[in-house]
């Protein structure tokens, strides 16, 4: 879906996005303003995130059904400029941090769906209205192609975005994390300097492993062929940039394009 978006700055590969969300029992809690409206809305389960702005969900008697995200664009992960497929891949990776496996609510406006079938929805969870969330994060543009109820409101959370500098808005480097240091900043982007000491190969994906437990960075098996061969990186530190999200209890980077990491002295 097309959209007017500001230039991406040259400087996003060293760029920091200070997510601020309150964190209750988990991680995955956010709050914004919860103005949700008095109709009746569908309940489900996100089961599958396929990028920032498109989800898939299981309703409760079973069916599944794709839904596009009101009002919000983030870019796309085919894009041929590496830049902006980069930030496809970490919207995308912001999306499933916070809505994979959770139980969401759908609200809709009077067209239901587009015209490639999908639903067009508002997405409530227990912190909040998550179509502004990632707006107000940085991870996502206003879309304003056509009107919608929220319009004026999401303009306003991208326009906070922008001014904090949040996200993909962002003009100030990255602070630098040492890997025993990356617990508290789960939800963020970030760059993390390590020693790597291992790799190993494990389902669908390639691993980096610091000396110390609880944290990795992950080349997923189709992003491999760009990547110098990994036992380059054995034994040298190494300072990896991307989504900072948690599995099983453990820390980890996905990283996409060589880019995203470098031998450092």
Same mark, same amino acid.
């Given at each position: 879906?097309?959209?007017? $978006?500001?230039?991406?700055?040259?400087?996003?590969?060293?760029?920091?996005?200070?997510?601020?969300?309150?964190?209750?029992?988990?991680?995955?809690?956010?709050?914004?303003? +919860?103005?949700?409206?008095?109709?009746?809305?569908?309940?489900?389960?996100?089961?599958?995130? *396929?990028?920032?702005?498109?989800?898939?969900?299981?309703?409760?008697?079973?069916?599944?059904r794709k839904v596009r995200l009101i009002g919000i664009d983030c870019p796309e992960i085919?894009?041929?400029?590496?830049?902006?497929?980069?930030?496809?891949?970490?919207?995308?990776?912001?999306?499933?941090? *916070?809505?994979?496996?959770?139980?969401?609510?759908?609200?809709?406006?009077?067209? $239901?769906?587009?015209?490639?079938?999908?639903?067009?929805? *508002?997405?409530?969870?227990?912190?909040?209205?998550?179509?502004?969330?990632?707006?107000?994060?940085?991870?996502?543009?206003?879309?304003?192609?056509?009107?919608?109820?929220? +319009?004026?409101?999401?303009?306003?959370?991208?326009?906070?975005?922008?001014?904090?500098?949040?996200?993909?808005?962002?003009?100030?480097?990255?602070?630098?994390?040492?890997?025993?240091?990356?617990?508290?900043?789960?939800?963020?982007?970030?760059?993390? $300097?390590?020693?790597?000491?291992?790799?190993? $190969?494990?389902?669908?994906?390639?691993?980096? *492993?610091?000396? +110390?437990?609880?944290?990795?960075?992950?080349?997923?098996?189709?992003?491999?062929?760009?990547?110098?061969?990994? +036992?380059?990186?054995?034994g040298r530190n190494i300072e990896a940039f991307g989504f900072l999200e948690e599995y099983?209890?453990?820390?980890?980077?996905?990283?996409?394009?060589?880019?995203?990491?470098?031998?450092?002295?």
């Amino acid at each position: 879906m097309g959209n007017v $978006r500001r230039p991406i700055p040259r400087h996003f590969f060293a760029a920091l996005v200070s997510i601020s969300f309150v964190s209750f029992f988990a991680s995955r809690i956010f709050w914004v303003e +919860k103005t949700k409206p008095e109709t009746n809305g569908e309940t489900c389960t996100v089961v599958v995130v *396929y990028d920032g702005d498109t989800i898939k969900v299981r309703f409760d008697k079973g069916h599944e059904r794709k839904v596009r995200l009101i009002g919000i664009d983030c870019p796309e992960i085919e894009d041929p400029n590496k830049e902006k497929s980069l930030q496809a891949q970490l919207a995308k990776r912001f999306s499933f941090h *916070y809505l994979f496996r959770e139980t969401v609510e759908l609200t809709y406006e009077s067209e $239901r769906e587009d015209k490639y079938g999908r639903l067009l929805a *508002y997405v409530w969870t227990e912190g909040g209205l998550f179509n502004e969330f990632i707006l107000s994060e940085g991870f996502a543009h206003v879309f304003l192609a056509f009107p919608y109820e929220l +319009k004026e409101r999401f303009i306003q959370a991208q326009k906070a975005a922008q001014e904090q500098g949040r996200g993909f808005w962002r003009e100030t480097p990255y602070p630098l994390l040492a890997a025993q240091d990356v617990k508290g900043n789960i939800g963020k982007l970030v760059r993390v $300097r390590f020693t790597c000491v291992r790799t190993r $190969r494990r389902a669908r994906f390639y691993f980096l *492993y610091p000396e +110390k437990k609880g944290f990795s960075v992950l080349i997923p098996e189709e992003n491999r062929a760009g990547f110098v061969d990994l +036992k380059t990186f054995k034994g040298r530190n190494i300072e990896a940039f991307g989504f900072l999200e948690e599995y099983k209890g453990q820390s980890q980077i996905m990283v996409f394009i060589p880019s995203q990491l470098k031998i450092v002295s």
